[in-house]
């Protein structure tokens, strides 16, 4: 009994393992051509054995992740384009329908984040949130620290799968980037930046309080504010 326990407990941690460094490589903290940190590193890091990370590194390489060489170490592989589902945020009724869709996958992250979460997701998100702002006050592009805000929420489920559904909207995530002049209904972008941060704020403290039904609501919100932002009736 023992010794099957042992197993089980092995390869919940082999998993735990896989989690976080999918999640790494999906968010380009390790980009195609890196090299992953070395067995030695990855056990003393993570607390685990020496085995629990090869079983680890396996599953990454059958899942087409990365690439062992030997006597080198092992690799980050690029990402081959997969079929499936494919996002065109172009017209207003788009961004309409888009944003309902994430309604339902995104508050059910930001629910899990809430009660999964550790220290480092909450250290990253506040970062995503203060590189926000410096961008907004700036009057620079906010794009790329809101995307990842949002797949920083995915990736504290410690559930791949958010993170692999938000990564095939691509630019479809953030869509204001796509659309005239015309369909933001004349809205200054500053406006509209200013108050989506302050609801990010409350997403992220419902996320550090560990409230799931506030940040499920914190972020459902978000997106209902951010659909009238972008169209007005």
Do not use: W
């Not at 095939?168 to 015309?182: F, K």
Request: proline share 3%; charged share 25%.
């Amino acid at each position: 009994m023992t010794s099957g326990h042992a197993r089980t407990r092995g390869h919940s941690r082999a998993h735990e393992l896989v989690s976080h460094l999918t999640q790494q490589i999906l968010l380009g903290t390790f980009e195609p051509g890196d090299k992953l940190p070395s067995e030695n590193t990855l056990v003393r890091e993570h607390g685990v054995s020496r085995t629990v990370v090869r079983e680890a590194l396996s599953k990454l390489q059958a899942s087409g992740l990365v690439q062992p060489r030997h006597g080198i170490g092992t690799f980050v592989m690029e990402r081959q384009p997969q079929a499936g589902l494919r996002i065109a945020a172009h017209s207003a009724a788009d961004v309409r329908d888009l944003l309902e869709l994430r309604m339902g996958l995104e508050g059910q992250a930001a629910a899990l984040a809430a009660l999964r979460r550790d220290a480092g997701h909450l250290a990253r998100m506040r970062q995503a949130l203060d590189d926000y702002q410096d961008r907004a006050a700036a009057g620079d592009s906010c794009i790329e620290a809101d995307r990842r805000f949002h797949l920083l929420i995915a990736e504290a489920t410690g559930n791949v799968y958010f993170s692999e559904m938000l990564l095939q909207l691509g630019n479809g995530l953030i869509p204001r980037n796509r659309m005239t002049q015309a369909e933001r209904g004349g809205a200054k972008l500053a406006r509209q930046a200013y108050l989506a941060n302050l609801e990010h704020e409350a997403i992220l403290n419902a996320i550090a309080r560990q409230d799931a039904d506030a940040a499920r609501a914190a972020l459902c919100l978000h997106l209902s504010n951010s659909r009238d932002r972008l169209l007005p009736d």
